[in-house]
C-alpha cells in the first residue's frame, strides 16, 4: 500500500513539476519507461494474485529499469546499441503481455 | 527395444522454443512467489521496521516521478522538430557546398577570361593592356595590393556577449556606409570589407542582424580595407563626416573603432560584373534607354 500511495505521489508530484531531463539521459527513456511499465503490470498481477510485496514492488522497478538502461547503455558503447535496445523491447513487451493476460483472466474470468 | 523410462508425459510441441515459453508462461518476478513464501513461513517477521517502510515509500515516490517524467519527455515533439530542423540544416549544407563550388567556378572561368583578354590584347601594345588594368582597378574587377589605412569596427562588447537589450550596440550597416564613402572621399582608390570588395554598384545593406556586402553576409570585426597613400587617407577620412561618426560610435554605443596603417593591404577581385552592353570601337551606339554607352564595356575580342 506504502508503494502505490508514494507511486502516486510521485507521479503527482512529476505531473506538477515541469521536467528537464538531461540530454545524456535521453536515449535511455523509452526503454527506462517500458521497463516501468513491465514492473508496474507485475505488481498488478502479484496483487491480484494476493502475493504483492512492497519491498519487491519497488526493487523490482527500479532494477529493472536500471538494467534496461546499463543493457542499453553497454550497446551504446558497443556499437549494437539499436540492437539490444530492440532485444530489450521484445523480452519487456512479451513479459507485459502476458502479465497483461494474466490480469485479463484475473478480472474478466476468461 | 525397450525403454528404460516410464511412459514421458506428452512432449509439448513447441519445446525446441523453451525461451519464448518460458518467457511468455512464468512472467511474474519470482521474487513475490519467494515474499509470500516468507511471509508465510510460521517465524516470518510479518512487520518491518519504519525505516523499511519509509525506504519503501520514498523509492515509490522517485520511481513514480522518475517514470512521470520519463513519459512527458518522450511526449513532447522534440524528435519532428528535431528532424525537421536536421533535415533544413542539411539541406542547407548541400546549397553552401553547390553555391561554393559555382563560386570556384566563377573565380576559375574569370581567370581564364582574364589570361584569354591579356592574351587577345597582346598584339595591342602595353598601352592598352595598362589602361584595362587602371580601369579593372578602379571599377574592382582587378585584385589589387599596395598601402593603404584600414578601419575596423567591432561591436561593444555587450552586444557580442549576445544580450538582446544591447542590440544596438551592433555595428550596423549605415556605420559601414558612412566609413566606406568617407574613404572613397578621402581620396581611396580601392576598398574592401573584410575580403569583399567595393565597386561602383556594391550595396551594404542589412537583413535582420547580418549586415550584407555584395549580397554576401560578414561577421564582424568588420574591417574596411582603403588602398592608398595611408597618410593622405588618414587625413582625409579625419576631415569628413564620417570620423565625427565613428566618435560618435565609440562615445555613445561602445562600438570599438581602430584605424591603421598598412604597408600592404590586398583587395582581392570583385566578381566579374554581368556584361549588360557591348559595342564594337569606333561606333557610337545609343542603347534602348537613350544613353550612350559606347564607353561601356568593351568585349576584348571586338577591341583587338
Do not use: C
Not at chain 1, 1 to 14: D, K, P, Q, S
Not at chain 1, 83 to 94: C, D, K, S
Request: glycine share 10%; charged share 15%; net charge negative.
Amino acid at each position: 500500500m506504502i508503494a502505490v500511495l508514494g507511486l502516486v505521489a510521485g507521479v503527482v508530484v512529476g505531473l506538477l513539476i515541469e521536467p528537464t531531463v538531461p540530454a545524456w539521459l535521453q536515449p535511455y527513456l523509452p526503454i527506462a519507461v517500458v521497463a516501468a511499465l513491465d514492473a508496474l503490470f507485475g505488481g498488478l498481477r502479484a496483487h491480484l494474485d494476493g502475493v504483492f510485496d512492497d519491498k519487491v514492488f519497488v526493487v523490482s522497478f527500479l532494477s529493472n529499469v536500471l538494467v534496461a538502461a546499463l543493457i542499453v547503455f553497454l550497446g551504446d558503447q558497443l556499437g549494437v546499441g539499436s540492437q539490444l535496445t530492440t532485444a530489450v523491447v521484445v523480452v519487456l513487451g512479451i513479459r507485459i503481455f502476458s502479465n497483461a493476460a494474466a490480469i485479463r483472466r484475473h478480472v474478466f474470468k476468461a | 527395444m525397450t525403454d528404460p523410462r516410464p511412459a514421458v508425459p506428452a512432449r509439448r510441441l513447441d519445446a525446441s522454443m523453451s525461451l519464448l515459453i518460458e518467457a511468455s508462461t512464468n512472467p511474474l518476478d519470482a521474487g513475490y512467489a519467494e515474499a509470500a513464501a516468507r511471509r508465510a513461513h510460521p517465524h516470518a517477521r510479518t512487520r518491518r521496521g519504519p525505516a523499511a517502510v519509509a525506504l519503501v515509500a520514498v523509492l515509490a515516490v522517485v520511481v513514480g516521478l522518475g517514470t512521470v517524467w520519463a513519459a512527458r519527455e518522450l511526449r513532447a515533439p522534440e524528435p519532428e522538430v528535431l528532424q525537421a530542423r536536421t533535415a533544413l540544416q542539411s539541406e542547407i549544407e548541400d546549397r553552401r557546398d553547390a553555391a561554393q563550388a559555382l563560386a570556384q567556378r566563377n573565380a576559375e572561368l574569370a581567370a581564364e577570361v582574364e589570361a584569354l583578354s591579356a592574351e587577345a590584347l597582346a598584339g595591342g601594345g602595353t598601352a592598352v593592356l595598362e589602361a584595362l588594368a587602371a580601369q579593372g582597378a578602379a571599377v574592382g574587377t582587378v585584385a589589387v595590393g599596395g598601402p593603404g589605412l584600414a578601419v575596423t569596427l567591432s561591436d561593444s562588447a555587450r552586444a557580442a556577449a549576445g544580450d538582446e537589450q544591447f542590440a544596438d550596440e551592433r555595428v550596423q550597416d549605415l556605420d559601414l556606409q558612412i566609413v566606406a564613402n568617407g574613404l572613397w572621399e578621402a581620396g581611396a582608390e580601392a576598398i574592401a570589407i573584410n575580403g569583399q570588395r567595393l565597386t561602383a554598384v556594391s550595396a551594404i545593406r542589412s537583413a535582420g542582424q547580418a549586415i550584407l556586402v555584395d549580397l554576401v553576409p560578414l561577421v564582424g570585426p568588420y574591417r574596411v580595407e582603403a588602398v592608398g597613400d595611408p597618410a593622405a587617407l588618414e587625413t582625409g577620412l579625419a576631415r569628413t563626416a564620417a570620423a565625427s561618426h565613428l566618435a560618435l560610435l565609440t562615445s555613445t554605443y561602445g562600438i570599438g573603432v581602430g584605424t591603421s596603417r598598412a604597408d600592404a593591404l590586398e583587395l582581392p577581385a570583385s566578381p566579374v560584373p554581368t556584361l549588360r552592353y557591348a559595342t564594337p570601337i569606333g561606333e557610337a551606339v545609343v542603347a534602348p534607354g537613350g544613353l550612350d554607352v559606347s564607353g561601356s564595356v568593351q568585349s576584348p575580342g571586338e577591341s583587338s
